[in-house]
């Protein structure tokens, strides 16, 4: 699974909302959908670079005149880079290769490294010393960038305001995501993020042809509601999905789009089990499987499942 790119202790994430409310109130983007995010960069002050200067296929070719090992490193480094942000140049670097709600996470991911004061201030230090971040600092800054462009282009608490609107389902954030700008994958975590529901998205990577097993989907992240985490603890699920997994009906196979929606059964701190209602939709980047609780959490009078935190229910599907 993916390590952890967005948490922040609760101080640090008031620091960091207050920049990205500040920058929402100077580009007046507030309730203009989709995000304004040119305007946003020019209330910034950032200008986009062109594509050319940030050209992985340049890169690597200039590589391959020290070797193939030498341009498969480069290519491995370059897959991982999707902006960077010049200091010295006001400038950002997005990789224009990538779906443009995706590119819109990205440049205001870049924006925050020059908007939030704390990180600005040091960048400008670094530049004028010579000097890199520590790593810890590095990851501690990209974590707050990420937080910070979630708050700008879902608008706060814009975004969970209209998502409350509706009955709960996984229809919800994907059609608010092209409201908003927003890539699938952004707008179902901000879905469960801000969700005052028990509720969980389990992000896997594309399904790969199993000889054996059929199939298997590689786990790549879960993104956890605060009621989920205070009543469920950490969802514990191995590294791949295969098909004797009770998670395998909702990946969506053979061309779908969407699975059929079913139930689940997971077991809270108490050891009491509790019914989820499980939807699943994908992408050619990512399956998604979205639950939450179909009723009230009360405690219920129900036999324990000793075998695993998930159970599948059998002949209880919804449609």
């Known amino acids: 699974m993916k390590p952890d790119d967005s948490s922040l202790t609760a101080s640090e994430y008031v620091a960091i909302h207050r920049a990205a409310t500040d920058l929402l109130n100077k580009a007046s983007a507030w309730d203009r959908l989709p995000t304004p995010v040119p305007d946003l960069l020019g209330a910034a002050q950032l200008r986009v670079a062109p594509m050319s ?7 690597i070719r200039h590589a391959r005149e020290f070797g193939e090992r030498a341009a ?9 880079v999707r902006g960077i942000f010049d200091v010295q140049g006001d400038l950002i670097h997005i990789d224009d290769t990538v779906a443009e709600s995706k ?3 990205l440049k ?10 704390h990180q600005s201030r040091l960048f400008r230090w670094i530049q004028d ?6 790593p810890d600092v590095s990851d501690q800054f990209e974590r707050e960038a990420n937080i910070f462009a979630s708050v700008v282009l879902f608008q706060d608490q814009r975004f969970a305001d209209m998502a409350a609107d509706s009955a709960f389902s996984i229809k919800v954030p994907l059609a608010l995501s092209k409201k908003f700008g927003a890539s699938a994958y952004a707008s179902m975590r901000e879905y469960v993020r801000r969700s005052e529901r028990a509720c969980a998205v389990i992000v896997l990577n594309p399904v790969e042809v199993c000889p054996v097993l059929g199939m298997r989907s590689g786990l790549r992240r879960v993104e956890l509601s605060p009621l989920f985490q205070k009543r469920f603890g950490e969802l514990k699920l191995p590294e791949n999905i295969d098909r004797l997994s009770p998670l395998a ?3 969506p196979l053979a061309g779908r789009r969407m699975s059929r ?11 009491d089990v509790v019914e989820f209602v499980a939807e699943g939709f994908g992408t050619p980047f990512n399956s998604f499987i979205l639950i939450h609780a179909s009723a009230e959490l009360r405690k219920p009078i129900v036999v324990p499942f000793p075998s695993s935190r998930i159970v599948r229910t059998m002949g209880q599907q919804e449609f």
């Open 129 to 134: 010393c010579d000097m890199s971040l520590a």
């Open 261 to 271: 929606p079913g139930t689940l059964r997971l077991e809270d701190k108490n050891g």
């Open 108 to 117: 205001l991911h870049e924006a925050g490294h020059k908007h939030i004061p």
């Open 53 to 59: 200067a940030f050209d992985p296929r340049s890169l």
């Open 249 to 251: 009906e909702f990946v």
């Open 72 to 80: 498969s490193l480069i290519k491995s480094a370059i897959e991982k």
């Open 103 to 105: 590119q819109n996470f």
